[in-house]
């Protein structure tokens, strides 16, 4: 009778514990992702103002990552193409401010992704008058060697419009 008492709190023991072990790891792997993307929010404003190498890092630089960007264009598949692109719309801004809303995100120990808008002001390499892009983004991430890594970018202009009735 104590035998099995024992042993059945010793199980019960054993479940609170592991329990407690996957929570605490779920909740650190939300915690790493949210940071992870304040970060990437200081490296998009740093890329927009002529420093790209921390929005380049945030890339995985494998052949399955893709871009449809937000001035329109191809999808780009595959790091090679990507980098290009990225060289190319880093020459287009200067002196830009760069404001995010979150609308909605998620992530799990694989994957994770952010629905968001963006907000770039800024003027344009040779401009002297401000200008405005407002993008709806989707984001999607993997977690490569514990490091979460940007693998698709979906940006679309934010434009007002009356939808058909």
């Known amino acids: 009778m104590i035998l099995k008492q024992l042993k059945d709190s010793f199980c019960i023991s054993l479940f609170v514990a592991f329990f407690i072990i996957v929570h ?16 990437l929010d200081s490296a998009i404003e740093k890329f927009l103002n002529g420093n790209p190498d921390d929005f380049i890092n945030f890339w995985s630089h494998s052949d399955d990552v893709t871009i449809a960007g937000g ?14 692109r990225l060289e190319r ?37 040779d401009e002297n008058v401000e200008m405005t892009r407002n993008y709806r983004i989707t984001m999607i991430f993997r977690n490569e ?16 419009w009356d939808a058909p009735e």
């Open 71 to 84: 001035f329109g264009g191809v999808i780009e598949k595959g790091w090679d193409s990507i980098s290009k």
């Open 145 to 160: 060697i514990n490091e979460w890594k940007l693998i698709h970018r979906h940006a679309d202009a934010n434009m007002n």
């Open 24 to 39: 605490s790891s779920l909740a650190q792997d939300d915690n790493d992702f949210e940071s992870a993307l304040n970060s």
């Open 89 to 125: 719309v880093n020459s287009v801004y200067s002196k830009a401010t760069f404001e995010t809303e979150r609308m909605s995100l998620g992530n799990d120990d694989k994957f994770g992704y952010i629905v968001q808008h963006e907000l770039i002001k800024f003027y344009g390499k």
